[in-house]
């Protein structure tokens, strides 16, 4: 049975929120070096959360991160690429520029960098961004956002998977602008309204050390077209990779039994 760890609540700000280190006092060259050496793998992990029948490109400087294909709305990627305080994406939609996002600092550790970008509001067609930094733990992490932009009122839920046929599940309803902790194990995610309706539904797959994002996206525009209230989970996990997981464990619980079970008997 899975089950639901302490809450880690962490604020998600409208830009840049990567962590911020203060410089340390270096003694001698060799402490210089030595901290030059390191090198820290920064994954970033992008959302276009922005309702637009278009895709959008990335682009850090002049290299474009999305060559090989464009990122739709409401599509995630993952990218592994040099960042460092003072690069900017720059987000554009054909050749006009939709946004610019600038990196203020990065951690001094391995890290997933995420960005979503989406409508600052239901008037105009002006970006806003959200980021987070997820740190490294041994559960799965999920940021909980909301980008969408109407009178909408719905939130999200998550549910054990049903096994077996059984209908009585735990539930547990998510906070916006908060990063949870999960046990490994499969889960329903739904957008409840206030009127008790489900609006969207979605499934996630939850694997150790891995960092999820669940994204309320949709604009209830003003002007031009509005998109409908849906649910967006980045990565969609393998399904085996998490059975794989547990017969491993199951394996090496055996191994060890055994091993227990020899030096009784020698004993």
Do not use: W
């Not at 962490?10 to 003694?27: F, M």
């Not at 060559?67 to 709305?73: C, L, N, T, W």
């Not at 740190?135 to 969408?148: E, F, G, H």
């Not at 489900?198 to 996206?217: D, F, G, Q």
């Amino acid at each position: 049975m899975t089950g639901f760890t302490a809450c880690l609540f962490i604020g998600l700000v409208a830009c840049v929120s990567a962590i911020r280190r203060e410089t340390p006092h270096q003694k001698g060259r060799h402490a210089v070096n030595f901290v030059n050496a390191l090198e820290f793998k920064h994954r970033l992990r992008i959302c276009n959360a922005y309702p637009y029948s278009a895709a959008m490109d990335v682009y850090k400087g002049k290299l474009s991160l999305t060559a090989d294909s464009s990122m739709p709305y409401k599509g995630c990627r993952d990218f592994v690429t040099p960042l460092k305080a003072g690069d900017k994406l720059e987000f554009r939609v054909g050749d006009s520029n939709a946004g610019t996002f600038s990196v203020s600092d990065l951690p001094n550790n391995d890290a997933v960098l995420f960005l979503a970008i989406h409508r600052h509001d239901t008037l105009g067609t002006a970006v806003s961004f959200e980021s987070h930094v997820f740190a490294n733990l041994l559960n799965a992490q999920v940021a909980i956002i909301d980008t969408y932009k109407g009178t909408g009122k719905a939130m999200p839920e998550i549910m054990d998977a049903p096994v077996g046929g059984k209908k009585s599940r735990r539930s547990e309803r998510l906070r916006f602008d908060s990063v949870v902790a999960v046990n490994p194990g499969i889960y329903d995610v739904a957008l409840v309204g206030q009127d008790g309706s489900s609006k969207a539904r979605s499934s996630l797959v939850a694997l150790n050390r891995e960092s999820y994002v669940i994204m309320r996206t949709g604009v209830e525009a003003k002007q031009g077209p509005s998109y409908p209230e849906d649910i967006v989970i980045y990565p969609r996990s393998d399904v085996a990779a998490l059975q794989g997981g547990a017969a491993a464990q199951k394996a090496m619980v055996s191994v060890l039994l055994a091993a227990v079970a020899a030096i009784a008997s020698v004993a």
